[in-house]
C-alpha cells in the first residue's frame, strides 16, 4: 500500500468557487475601466478581456491585480476592490467535510495555488479554512512562479521536507494540476466538475477523492 504524507490542492475552482475571482476580473476592473473611459459596461468587458488574452495564464501578470490596476489607469486600491465582492466568496457544499475526514485520516493538508496572496487571504479568512491547511503557498507570490513548471511543485516539496511520490495534489487545470506535477512523481487528481473526462485519476467532485485514494491502495503515512 502506498504511503503520502500531504494532499495538496489548487483552491479557486477547486476548494473555492469561481464566483469571487471572476467578479473581481470580469465585473469589478470592467466597471471601473467603464466609468474612466466613459465606455458601455459591455465594451468596457471585451476591452479589458482583450488585454487579458494577449498575456496568458502562463504568465505571471495575468494573477497580479496591480499590474492590471496599473495598466488601466485605475486609481483605486486593490484591498477596496477585492473587499467590494468578498460576499461571493464561498467553497463548494463538500470542500469541509472532506477536509474534516482527510485530517482524520492523518494526512498533512496544503495549498498550492496560482492566485496571489491578496486574494488568498481574503479566501481563507472569509471560510475559515485556515487551520484545515499546514501550509498556503502562492506559487506566484512566493516563488514567482507560474504551476506550469515541475519546478514549482519541487520547490514546495522542497519546503515541506516530502519527496513528490508523498504527495498527492488535487485540482481543476488539466495542465497546472494534473500533467505538470504528474512529470515530477506527484500523484495528481484532476477534477473536473463539469463532467467532461472521465479516467483513473479524473473526479468530478472531491466527494470521489477518498475513494479514489482507497481504490490506488493510498493511506496516510501517518496512519
Known amino acids: 500500500m502506498a504511503k503520502i504524507e500531504v494532499i495538496s490542492f489548487d483552491l479557486d475552482g477547486t476548494l473555492v468557487d469561481d464566483r469571487f475571482v471572476n467578479s473581481v476580473w470580469f465585473e469589478g476592473i470592467p466597471r471601473l475601466y467603464s466609468a474612466k473611459k466613459g465606455l458601455s459596461f459591455g465594451d468596457a468587458t471585451k476591452a479589458v478581456k482583450r488585454e487579458y488574452d494577449k498575456v496568458g495564464k502562463e504568465k505571471l501578470e495575468w494573477y497580479d491585480l496591480r499590474h492590471w490596476m ?49 486574494f488568498v487571504r481574503l479566501e481563507l479568512k472569509r471560510t475559515n479554512m485556515e487551520n484545515y491547511f499546514e501550509k498556503v503557498f502562492s506559487s506566484t ?68 477523492l477518498d475513494g479514489k485514494l482507497e481504490a490506488l491502495g493510498v493511506s496516510a503515512r501517518a496512519q
Not at 84 to 99: A, C, D, M, Q, S
Not at 165 to 178: K, L, T, Y
Open 70 to 118: 496599473k495598466k488601466f489607469g485605475l486609481n483605486v486600491d486593490p484591498q477596496e476592490l477585492l473587499g467590494n465582492f468578498k460576499h461571493t466568496i464561498n467553497t463548494y457544499p463538500e470542500v469541509p467535510r472532506i477536509l474534516d475526514v482527510l485530517k482524520r485520516r492523518g494526512y498533512r493538508l496544503i495549498i498550492v495555488t496560482n492566485a496571489y496572496w491578496e
Open 141 to 208: 507570490s512566493d516563488f514567482g512562479l507560474v504551476k506550469k513548471t515541475a519546478n514549482l511543485y519541487e520547490k514546495v516539496c522542497n519546503s515541506i521536507g516530502i519527496l513528490p511520490p508523498e504527495m498527492v495534489h488535487v485540482g481543476d487545470d488539466w495542465n497546472f494540476d494534473f500533467h505538470v506535477p504528474r512529470r515530477l512523481g506527484i500523484l495528481a487528481f484532476y477534477l473536473d466538475r463539469a463532467g467532461k473526462h472521465e479516467g483513473e485519476f479524473v473526479i468530478h467532485s472531491l466527494e470521489e
